[in-house]
């Protein structure tokens, strides 16, 4: 089975800086698309930021100019750059996949298991 795995979430105080991490262990599939989502208790799962098929970006209003998603394709990992965090950052982020395996037409949707992310004022 497909798994993503997520990593580098922590303490920070504002102002600082995290990079997250998030990787599918194994061949034998591809990244077509991927994004980053976050939870605060009681909110709803929104997305920060993605990247669709095609290379393009995007991301949420409260985080343009200070997150900047990105890939490695060789490595089946992704990564969300967190600069100048602030305390309303703070959330469990997700990591999510579209992926494919050669000879299967169907498109697997694969969340991580999440990673706190916590900014203090």
């Known amino acids: 089975q497909v798994q993503l795995v997520e990593s580098g979430g922590g303490l920070v105080q504002a102002g600082g800086s995290l990079r997250l991490s998030c990787v599918a262990p194994?061949?034998?599939?591809?990244?077509?698309?991927m994004g980053w989502y976050r939870q605060s208790p009681g909110k709803e799962r929104d997305l920060v930021a993605d990247?669709?098929?095609?290379?393009?970006?995007n991301y949420a209003d409260s985080v343009k100019g200070r997150f900047t998603i990105s890939r490695d394709n060789a490595k089946n990992t992704f990564y969300l750059q967190m600069d100048s965090l602030k305390p309303e950052d703070t959330a469990v982020y997700y990591c999510n996949a579209g992926v494919v395996v050669p000879g299967d037409a169907f498109l697997y949707d694969i969340w991580g298991q999440g990673t706190q992310v916590t900014v203090s004022s």
């Open positions: 990247m669709p098929r095609g290379g393009s970006t």
């Open positions: 194994g061949s034998g599939f591809s990244i077509i698309a």
